[in-house]
């Protein structure tokens, strides 16, 4: 295994360009390397961050993901705790409270009936109670 830095990012292929760090870059960055799909998630690594990549048996190489260290620290952190920045504005954090945390400047909900933002129930409430 081997750390690199992100050099360039090719988001509709799930995959990155790295500048090895371990002394041994070989003149540059790589070609592009697929990423590791976690959880079916979509978050790519953005270029300056540092990531640990893998080699399989066939010798090919995959970004196995960013790395957490001292230069680089998680936004949220602790026991029990689950964070996950979707966006520069969004995110869903789990703390063994007994609330999940969906933060946003406004957060929708899509049913069979439509979509529903909270700004939306909150004026329906008020209309119905005369205010909170």
Not at 71 to 83: D, I, L, W
Not at 96 to 118: M, P, Q
Not at 120 to 130: A, P, S, V, W
Request: hydrophobic fraction near 35%.
């Amino acid at each position: 295994m081997r750390t690199g830095i992100v050099s360039d990012t090719d988001y509709n292929n799930g995959m990155v360009s790295v500048i090895y760090t371990d002394g041994d870059s070989g003149g540059g960055a790589t070609d592009l390397l697929p990423c590791l799909n976690t959880e079916d998630g979509y978050k790519m690594p953005e270029a300056g961050q540092v990531v640990v990549i893998g080699k399989l048996s066939t010798g090919r190489s995959i970004v196995l993901g960013k790395l957490w260290d001292r230069a680089n620290r998680p936004e949220k952190a602790g026991r029990g705790v689950y964070h996950k920045r979707l966006s520069s504005t969004a995110e869903i954090s789990a703390s063994g409270t007994e609330y999940l945390k969906l933060a946003d400047t406004d957060i929708a909900f899509e049913t069979d009936y439509g979509l529903f933002t909270v700004t939306d129930i909150i004026k329906r409430l008020e209309k119905l109670e005369g205010g909170f």
